[in-house]
């Protein structure tokens, strides 16, 4: 039988609602890791070393071969 919120009665709703919060706090403390690397390495000057589109390319990288602006 489900109780209203959609959990099983009992402790297996709990178990998945304390694991789903145990994620996302785990992500969130990655994710704000991430950032904070990134603005250390604003300040510092470095390059950004994401995974991903590059947030700039060297001048004529992004145009295909051949082509005139």
Same mark, same amino acid.
């Given at each position: 039988?489900?109780?209203? $919120? ?7 709703? =709990? $178990?998945? !609602?304390?694991? !789903?919060? *145990? ?5 969130? *403390? ?9 603005? !250390?390495? !604003? =300040?510092?000057?470095?390059?950004? *070393? *994401? ?13 295909? $071969?051949?082509? $005139?602006?």
């Amino acid at each position: 039988m489900a109780s209203d $919120d959609g959990t099983a009665k009992g402790g297996a709703g =709990r $178990d998945a !609602r304390t694991e !789903r919060e *145990r994620r996302l706090a785990e992500a969130l *403390r990655d994710n704000l890791l991430k950032r904070k690397a990134q603005a !250390r390495g !604003r =300040r510092a000057g470095e390059a950004d *070393r *994401r995974a991903g589109l590059a947030a700039v390319q060297p001048d004529g990288a992004d145009k295909p $071969d051949g082509a $005139d602006e």
